[in-house]
T-cell receptor
């Protein structure tokens, strides 16, 4: 089983749609959780951290369920510019807190 | 956010040669740097964790004699791909963290290596 598993995608949605991505992680000792966005042939960029209480940043809402070891990302009113690959990222429990990446979910927002 | 500069962004080399990739944290001291490799349509795979002044910790399956990592200062880590082969062609990305505890990692721009 992979340490971090994501919806395989790809997701093709029309502009203005709401889309949700799911992610599960296997290590119950994982400490921190993030969603990163990666555009084609570019480096990943942090989209948002994910907290147990859930957090929202504009059109983006992230939620964490530690009991189920499950993370989600909701994008409302999707824009063309949201087209990218979304990576679920979990930090390990080791001292270096290295990031473990999910395989990513590709989103294409269509006009 | 903090800036991590990776150089070169693109390199083409002949099979059997070595290639050095630099990763610099420009406005913070990076206690830990990570090197990732990403093949087309796949996610980032951690190759090694590099701590300043100590030997890198390599992930299982990554040859430490082939992928030499040096973290000589708090702002610079280098990855040298030795005796490169076409199967080493990939996108290599570094990331750096300021502290150990649950802090954001900042990524370099990546290096696209093509071995011909």
């Amino acid at each position: 089983r992979k340490e971090v598993e994501q919806d395989p995608g790809p997701f093709n949605v029309p502009e203005g749609a709401t889309v949700a991505f799911n992610c599960t992680y296997s290590n119950s000792a994982s400490q921190s959780f993030f969603w990163y966005r990666q555009d084609c042939r570019k480096e990943p960029k942090l989209l948002m951290s994910v907290y147990s209480s859930g957090n929202e940043d504009g059109r983006f809402t992230a939620q964490l369920n530690r009991a189920s070891q499950y993370i989600s990302l909701l994008i409302r009113d999707s824009k063309l510019s949201d087209s990218a690959t979304y990576l679920c990222v979990v930090t390990g429990s080791g001292s270096a807190r290295q990031l473990t990446f999910g395989s990513g979910t590709q989103l294409t927002v269509l006009p | 956010g903090a800036v991590v500069s990776q150089h070169p962004s693109r390199v083409i080399c002949k099979s059997g040669t070595s290639v050095k990739i630099e990763c610099r944290s420009l406005d913070f001291q990076a206690t830990t740097m990570f090197w990732y490799r990403q093949f087309p349509k796949q996610s980032l795979m951690l190759m090694a964790t590099s701590n300043e002044g100590s030997k890198a910790t390599y992930e299982q399956g990554v040859e430490k004699d082939k992928f030499l990592i040096n973290h000589a200062s708090l702002t610079l880590s280098t990855l040298t791909v030795t005796s490169a082969h076409p199967e080493d062609s990939s996108f290599y990305i570094c990331s750096a963290k300021q502290g150990h505890w649950n802090t954001e990692a900042f990524f370099g721009q990546g290096t696209r290596l093509t071995v011909v």
